[in-house]
C-alpha cells in the first residue's frame, strides 16, 4: 500500500512539473512574438509588391524646404525613453502653422515612429509641421499607456509650439490603423479620470483642433472587429494583446478603448481616410451617424482597390498628404479628390 501511494504521488509531480514546463515554454514563445517588432516600410513594401508591383516607397531623406530635428526625448517612463521627430517648412511665410501629431501603427504591438515620415515629410512640404512619435508598445505596457504616452507628446508640443511656428489653436491628433484608433481615443478623452491623466489646468493643453483617423478602428465591440481581433484562433490577437485579455474576459476594457463611446457634441472634426479593406474602419459609420447628429461634420474618403498600410507607398502617399493638409488649412475645395461630407 504505501508503494502504491508513493508512485501515485510521484505520477502526480511528474504531471505538476510537465504543466509547469509546458505553461514556461508557452509564455516563452508568446514573449518572443511579442517583441519581434518586424512593422516596417521595408518589410511592408516586400510583403505588398507581390500583389502591387507598381507601388514606390516614399522619401526618408530630408529635402529642401523642409527642416527636421529628430531624437527629441518627450518622456521617460520606466527607464524607457520616448522620442519624437519634428518636420517643418523651412521656408514657410506664415508666422503661424497648423501642426499634427502622427501616431504609427503595428497592432498595438510592434511599429516605428520613423514609418510615419515620407508622410510627415509631404506634409512639412505643405505648409504643416509634422510630428511622428514612439509610445510604449503592448510588450511593455498594456492599454491605456499608449494613450497616457500620445497625451503627454501633445503636451510637449503644446509647450514647444513657439520653437516650430505652430498655432497652438491648430494643433491635430491623427494617426495610421493602430494609430489611428490611439490618436481618435486620445483626442476625444481630454479631461477623462481614465485615459487623461492629466487633471484640467490653465495655460496647459484643454484639446486638439482636429482629428485624422487613417484606417484605423471607431469601435473594438462591433461584430467585423470581433471577428479578426476576438479570433480565438490568434493566440492572441493584437487587440487581445494590448487589453491584456479577450473580450470575453476584458469586456469592459474594450468598450473603454473604442472611440465612438466618447463622441459629444464638442468633439473635434474628424477626417477619416479608408483603405479597400473594410476591417479597419469598423464602427466608422457609427461614429459618423452619432457625430453628425450631434451637430458635427465629419470627413471621409476611401481609396479603391488600396491594401492596408496604402499611406506608406506611392501612388497612396501624395493624395494623402494632399487630403490631410487639405482638411487641416480648409482648402478641401483644392483637392482632386472629392471628399465625402458628413453633417447635419
Keep these: 500500500m504505501p508503494l502504491s501511494l508513493s508512485l501515485l504521488e510521484l ?11 509546458t505553461s514556461a515554454m508557452v509564455a516563452a514563445a508568446e514573449s518572443t512574438i511579442q517583441y519581434t517588432n518586424q512593422y516596417t ?12 508591383p507598381f507601388i514606390e516607397m516614399g522619401r526618408l531623406d530630408i529635402p529642401e524646404g523642409v527642416s527636421g530635428s529628430k531624437e527629441i526625448t518627450y518622456k521617460i517612463v520606466a527607464g524607457e525613453r520616448l522620442a519624437l521627430d519634428v518636420y517643418w517648412p523651412s521656408q514657410a511665410q506664415a508666422e503661424q502653422l497648423p501642426a499634427i501629431l502622427l501616431v504609427h501603427g503595428g497592432g498595438w504591438w510592434q511599429g516605428y515612429r520613423e514609418n510615419m ?33 500620445v497625451r503627454d507628446a501633445l503636451d510637449w508640443l503644446f ?9 497652438r489653436s491648430r494643433i491635430a491628433l491623427g494617426g495610421a490603423s493602430a494609430g489611428g484608433q490611439i490618436a481618435a481615443l486620445t483626442a476625444l478623452t481630454f479631461g477623462d479620470k481614465n485615459l487623461d491623466g492629466h487633471p484640467a489646468q ?36 493584437s487587440a487581445e494583446r494590448w487589453f491584456g485579455g479577450r473580450y470575453e474576459e476584458k469586456t469592459a476594457l474594450w468598450q473603454q478603448g473604442s ?13 477619416f481616410l479608408n483603405s479597400s479593406r ?10 459618423i451617424n452619432k457625430y453628425v447628429a450631434m451637430g ?39 483637392l482632386e479628390q472629392q471628399l465625402a461630407v458628413h453633417c447635419h
Design 202 to 237: 490653465d495655460g496647459r493643453m484643454q484639446g486638439v483642433y482636429a482629428i485624422v483617423n487613417v484606417d484605423g478602428l471607431s469601435d473594438f465591440t462591433t461584430p467585423l472587429a470581433l471577428k479578426h481581433e476576438n479570433d480565438p484562433a490568434k493566440k492572441p490577437s
Design 296 to 334: 458635427g461634420c465629419a470627413s471621409s474618403y476611401k481609396f479603391e482597390d488600396s491594401p492596408h498600410s496604402y499611406w506608406l507607398f506611392e501612388p497612396w502617399l501624395t493624395p494623402t498628404a494632399n487630403i490631410i493638409a487639405a482638411f487641416l488649412t480648409g482648402t478641401e475645395n483644392k
Design 11 to 21: 505520477g502526480k509531480r511528474l504531471v505538476f512539473m510537465w504543466l509547469i514546463t
Design 259 to 271: 472611440p465612438i463611446n466618447y463622441v459629444a457634441e464638442h468633439s473635434p472634426p474628424i477626417l
Design 159 to 167: 509647450d514647444n509650439a513657439a520653437d516650430y511656428k505652430v498655432d
Design 117 to 149: 515620415a515620407p508622410l510627415a515629410i509631404k506634409l512639412a512640404e505643405r505648409g504643416v509641421v509634422a510630428v511622428t512619435v514612439s509610445y510604449r508598445l503592448a510588450g511593455t505596457a498594456k492599454y491605456p499607456a499608449a494613450i497616457h504616452d
Design 278 to 287: 473594410e476591417r479597419f474602419s469598423a464602427g466608422q459609420q457609427d461614429y
Design 41 to 52: 516600410i521595408e518589410n511592408t513594401f516586400n510583403k505588398l509588391v507581390k500583389n502591387y
